[in-house]
């Protein structure tokens, strides 16, 4: 098979949806090896985040000057001829979106949907990004021959806002780099430790700090306990209310701002920490959380919504507005090292369903159910 997919994240994106993107690239390129990958990006980046190998996966830009300076408009239509040229047999849409006119070429469609978190809490985006996204998302949905949910509550969310049958809807989950599944030296760790500065022991958080991701919960929990809170992850204006708040207890020795690591010195930190605190209020999955199994490093996230698909049974669930439960889970943790070994070996076990050969599977045969369709 020919398959192209909407790269623009793959090349651009440096978080969650960039991450996705270039590992189901890579993953399936791998698993996959006798299809051929075709990465339609829209421009230039200066920073290189992905390199195709050019023997199965291939970077397509715009080949005119028109649509070189106009590529958001090639995204959204003039890539379909290229995709014809091509000879590309399914087209996919790794972030909420698909071009017009695949159904006259005859190229099956399939578009992913990671979350709406823009409908379920619409006072962290703008008027107008609500109504952009919300169309893009609906009309993809409705366009595409398949909807792929990286979650249970994300198809839930997908068939309760976008009015989509279910039953056009198939859930694969995520998976995450294989960096997180290694195994470091010594003087690795030792080379992390010394240049972060790290502490003998402490809790890890990752994720953009935004309001959303709620890492002011566990800046509180850490308050009365004996650890440090090391949070990684890009500074938005939510950061200055944590920051204010550690001024204002006299905390700046229990919280720690890492950012700008390469991925093996995050895996490390994964590795090094004895809890990863997760507090969020809503995603569509949660990567972070299944990082931090891989890794062996207890998880505490929060009840309700996708948590509990991501951190499995064994996993600490708390209320997300309760300081005292954070709090107490994590006295229960750091004091208990027999609890902290059976909930890592549990949730290390668990997190095993999120392999990279079955999840390549399950999208490669999913693709072969729509080629095998006769029929849009």
């Not at 000879?87 to 578009?111: D, T, Y």
């Not at 006299?250 to 895996?267: D, R």
């Not at 050969?357 to 729509?370: G, P």
Request: charged share 25%; with cysteine.
């Amino acid at each position: 098979m020919n398959i192209g997919f909407e790269a623009k994240r793959v090349f651009h994106n440096k978080t969650g949806l960039g991450n996705y993107s270039r590992d189901l690239i890579r993953l399936l390129s791998q698993y996959s090896p006798e299809n051929n990958y075709f990465l339609y990006n829209p421009k230039f980046s200066d920073v290189k985040l992905f390199e195709a190998n050019n023997i199965n996966v291939f970077e397509k830009k715009p080949s005119s000057f028109f649509y070189s300076k106009f590529y958001n408009f090639w995204r959204q239509r003039g890539v379909t001829e290229d995709l014809v040229k091509d000879k590309i047999n399914i087209f996919h849409g790794l972030s909420g979106e698909i071009p017009r006119g695949l159904r006259a070429k005859n190229i099956k469609s399939v578009v992913t949907i990671h979350d709406l978190i823009f409908v379920k809490y619409p006072h962290l985006y703008s008027f107008f990004d609500r109504k952009i996204h919300f169309y893009k998302f609906k009309k993809a949905a409705q366009q595409a021959d398949l909807v792929l949910a990286i979650s249970e509550q994300t198809k839930k969310d997908i068939v309760e806002f976008l009015k989509i049958d279910a039953s056009k809807i198939k859930v694969i989950y995520q998976g995450c780099h294989a960096v997180f599944k290694k195994d470091f030296s010594d003087d690795e760790y030792k080379e992390v430790i010394t240049k972060f500065n790290l502490p003998k022991q402490f809790i890890l958080n990752v994720g953009t700090i935004e309001t959303r991701k709620n890492i002011l919960l566990a800046v509180k929990a850490v308050k009365n306990i004996d650890t440090c809170l090391v949070i990684v992850g890009k500074e938005t204006a939510y950061t200055n209310e944590i920051k204010n708040y550690i001024s204002e207890h006299h905390l700046e020795n229990k919280v720690i701002f890492l950012k700008g690591l390469s991925l093996q010195e995050l895996a490390i930190l994964y590795k090094l920490a004895k809890v990863f605190v997760y507090p969020s209020l809503y995603e569509g999955f949660g990567i972070p959380i299944i990082e931090a199994l891989y890794s062996k490093t207890p998880v505490i996230t929060t009840r309700g919504g996708v948590f509990a698909e991501a951190g499995g049974p064994n996993s600490v669930y708390v209320n997300p507005t309760s300081v005292n439960e954070m709090e107490k889970a994590l006295k229960t943790l750091l004091q208990n090292d027999a609890l902290r070994k059976e909930i890592e070996e549990k949730g290390f076990e668990y997190v095993q369903r999120f392999n990279d050969e079955d999840i390549s599977k399950q999208i490669i045969n999913s693709y072969l159910n729509l080629i095998s369709c006769p029929k849009h």
